[in-house]
């Protein structure tokens, strides 16, 4: 029964990603089609972001009364339900008002699932399960791509991702049952939903929890700035198609899938923090690709680059939090982290899209390098201060 569940949680995980970059690759045809600006993308986003961080800070009341189980159910078809009406929408402000339970609905299941892999399951699975997240986020851009060069419009894309995470929801609800079984970690089973629940005030004053919490700001500030700009940046700097494009933004999340998968193994012989720091050195030299002025291939091999050496950054970060700060404050701690995470979501894209609207939409390598280098140093006075 064990494995059946891992199963269903890589499943899960996969639902996570589907609709992840979306927005992103079908943004280049859809705000022509809606007459707004190009920065509109960020509103979106930003709406979408503060879904989730609500229901992150939300989490560990959700977990301990609902169970992994159900929140992750409930949560999957939430978004299935946002997907179909974007799927429908013919107005910007329609978009928005389905962007709130599109938000809500990730924000509990990221934080639920995030703490009981990293309870229950060893690094390796964090990894593995990160990767089938990037399946879905490549898969997403790869639909988009493949509906508008059929000919179809952006909505149809959505549909056919709204139809798909819906069958996934049925999944987890037939499988429901399989979370009451006892999963043990170590010598001693695990229960995800012991320990008081922290208030965020209770949270930050945790040694190195203000220091990680930034950390998690700027990775998915460079994530999904990365996601959700990386399609507009190729037709807009690089002069490539918008169908063309919308499929190859879904680049990224092919190199963070093959690095999560490449990261899994690796992680049986090397720590965590020695994934995280080659990480990013690795995207680090990804992001230096993009201001190469030779042609086209490059900047493309740069966001492969990049995504490959984000891989491994998250999970593991994510996957220490228990060892850090100790498996009583995990579930707290882990929803403060995601919630910091979509503010950065939430804000960093959002800023992109004023700075691409108001400036050029080539300062994206620049804009993405800056947040690299913060989010480095950070991580680095985090690990001094829980070590002290």
Known sequence: MTHLLLIIIYIAFISMGLPDSLLGSAWPVMYKEFGMPVSYAGIISMIIAAGTIFSSLQSDRLEKSLGTGRVTSISVT????????????????????????????????????????????????????????????????????????????????????????????????????????????????????????????????????????????????????????????????????????????????????????????????????????IGQIVAFSGILMLFMPYGNIIPLIGLVIMGFGCAPVYPCIIHSTPRHFGADKSQSMIGVQMAAAYTGTCLMPFLFGLVANHYSASLFPLYLIIILVIMIIMHERALKKCAG
């Open 78 to 277: 939430i978004t299935a339900i946002a997907l179909a009406g974007f799927s429908f929408s013919h107005s910007f402000f329609v978009l928005c008002l389905w962007a709130v339970p599109y938000g809500l609905g990730a924000g509990s299941v990221d934080a639920s699932l995030n703490n009981y892999i990293a309870l229950h399951y060893a690094n390796r699975h964090m990894n593995w399960l990160y990767c089938m997240w990037g399946i879905g986020a490549s898969a997403g851009p790869y639909i988009m791509g493949y509906v508008l060069a059929c000919g179809k419009n952006w909505s149809a894309g959505y549909g056919y991702i709204s139809i798909l995470q819906a069958f996934l929801s049925i999944i987890l609800i037939i499988f429901l049952p399989l979370w009451k079984k006892t999963i043990t970690c170590g010598k001693a089973a695990c229960n995800p939903g012991s320990g008081k629940h922290l208030s965020l005030r209770q949270v930050i004053k945790i040694p190195g929890a203000s220091e990680i919490m930034v950390t998690f700001f700027c990775y998915c500030a460079l994530e999904q700035t990365a996601g959700l700009w990386a399609g507009s940046y190729l037709v807009l700097s690089k002069n490539i198609p918008a169908e063309t494009a919308a499929g190859l933004a879904g680049l990224f999340f092919m190199g963070i899938t093959a690095g999560r998968a490449l990261s899994g193994f690796i992680a049986v012989k090397i720590s965590c923090l020695k994934l995280v720091r």
